[in-house]
């Protein structure tokens, strides 16, 4: 690994740096705010089925971070593996937390995404998981695994495709816990994180071009 980056990748290493600590400031005061009125949201609401589905979608994506950083010695996408991990272990923490607030369990009998049947962007009608039962965006037990046999380029290669899918329905879903939830924290954060991962989808697709 050469000891000077490329003026892209200091530039992109700086972007990354600042939407790190915007994002954590952004969560910390969404996590701070106080709801008006003493009504929590219900089991069944898209404040609660947010919270609790993309805790599951994040904890995949935190995985997949973390397996990259010990497989190349590129400094950036080690740089935007720790990013995502940082921030969405995060926000992981703060959607656990508004469920313990609200009284409300971790996880429900409900099909996963079922909240999301009356965004704008979805039909109200079948199931919005793929054919593997997975939520879309969500890597299969076997392009983790290859993820986990790889190294160095390859690694960078495996990682960079399947997190750019991930991030693709995690912004979709995001805008969706906008677009129904109740909750103005819950309405807050979802939007920082879809604009957050789109950002990251692009940031992720130059690099991949340049591999």
């Given at each position: 690994m050469t000891l000077h980056l490329e003026t892209w990748q200091k530039r992109l290493?700086?972007?990354l740096a600042g939407a790190l600590l915007v994002s954590l400031f952004v969560l910390a005061f969404v996590a701070g705010q106080i709801g008006t009125g003493t009504d929590h949201p219900s089991g069944t609401s898209a404040d609660?089925?947010?919270?609790?589905?993309?805790?599951?979608?994040?904890?995949?994506?935190?995985?997949?971070s973390r397996l990259v950083r010990d497989r190349t010695d590129d400094e950036v996408v080690r740089?935007?593996?720790?990013?995502?991990?940082?921030t969405q272990q995060h926000q992981i923490g703060q959607m656990?937390?508004?469920?313990?607030?609200w009284g409300l369990p971790q996880s429900s009998s409900a099909p996963n995404m079922a909240w999301m049947a009356g965004s704008m962007d979805h039909h109200t009608?079948?199931?919005?998981?793929?054919?593997n039962g997975l939520m879309p965006g969500m890597a299969t037990a076997e392009q983790l695994q290859e993820l986990?046999?790889?190294?160095?380029?390859?690694a960078e290669r495996i990682f960079l495709t399947l997190m750019i899918t991930h991030h693709e329905a995690g912004a979709e879903m995001a805008q969706a816990g906008a677009e129904l939830a109740q909750e103005p924290r819950v309405k807050g954060a979802a939007e920082k994180m879809?604009?957050?991962?789109?950002?990251e989808i692009t940031a992720m697709e130059d690099m991949l071009d340049k591999l």
């Open positions: 290493l700086i972007v609660a089925g947010f919270a609790r589905d993309m805790q599951i979608h994040h904890t995949q994506a935190v995985e997949m740089t935007i593996a720790y990013d995502i991990a940082m656990y937390a508004w469920l313990e607030e009608g079948g199931s919005m998981l793929e054919p986990a046999d790889a190294s160095g380029v390859e879809a604009v957050a991962q789109v950002a």
